[in-house]
């Protein structure tokens, strides 16, 4: 157990809608991470936020947002949906300040299938 | 864009066997790190080696690190049928080494045989 869940755990879309998914990072954590890992592929850095604040972009369009709450949950959303968009789509927290190396906590991901 | 290079992409081997995953990177880091995804599942971190290290040990994990051919090795000793999944070498996009913001490899899937 990481701490660190993630709702739906599954879903299917349709092609042209929009989702939002959903993180609750670990206790204490305030930064949280997200990333897109098509199947057979390792995970791609979409974005982060830091204290509400996106804190650095992968190379994901802007239909991909996100938003980071005082409780320092986090949502992505994602528009317009695409089927190059089915993947599995996972929340990471850790905690920004500390010396470097702290571990990073993953979520067990939302599996996204758009048709 | 993938910073790590993982080989092999699968491994196959018996149970009591030792599994040597390689990663490969491009770019100057401050540390390293695997992780390893059970099918379909959330990561898990496994270990950690920093820039000025040259070898690790957690248990039956020994990593090692050599910054001059940038490259790394995950060895799993005596291998277990619940060692099966697939591990990824990760390292941090940012300067300090510690931005959370992770570049990972391809990935080896390993199969330990009963």
């Known amino acids: 157990e990481t701490g660190v869940t993630q709702s739906p755990t599954h879903l299917i879309k349709t092609r042209g809608q929009q989702v939002t998914l959903r993180c609750s990072s670990q206790s204490g954590h305030n930064t949280v991470s997200w990333y897109q890992q098509a199947l057979g592929q390792g995970p791609q850095f979409i974005f982060q936020y830091y204290r509400e604040e996106e804190n650095g972009r992968g190379n994901f369009p802007p239909r991909f947002s996100g938003l980071q709450f005082p409780n320092y949950s986090s949502e992505l959303n994602v528009n317009a949906l695409e089927l190059d968009d089915s993947a599995l789509y996972l929340c990471?927290?850790?905690?920004?300040?500390?010396?470097?190396?702290?571990?990073?906590?993953f979520g067990e991901g939302s599996w996204l299938t758009v048709v | 864009s993938q910073q790590g290079e993982e080989d092999p992409q699968a491994l196959s081997i018996q149970e009591g066997e030792n599994a040597t995953m390689n990663c490969s990177y491009k770019t100057s880091i401050n540390n390293l790190q695997w992780y390893r995804q059970n099918s379909g599942r959330g990561l898990v971190h496994l270990i950690l080696?920093?820039?000025?290290?040259r070898e690790k040990h957690s248990g039956r994990l020994r990593v090692t690190l050599d910054t001059s051919k940038k490259s790394s090795s995950l060895l799993i000793t005596a291998s277990r049928a619940a060692d099966t999944a697939s591990y990824f070498c990760a390292t941090d996009a940012g300067g300090s080494g510690n931005t959370g913001k992770l570049i990972f490899g391809q990935g080896t899937t390993l199969q330990v045989k009963p």
């Open positions: 990471a927290s850790s905690l920004q300040g500390r010396v470097s190396g702290n571990t990073i906590y």
């Open positions: 080696i920093r820039s000025n290290e």
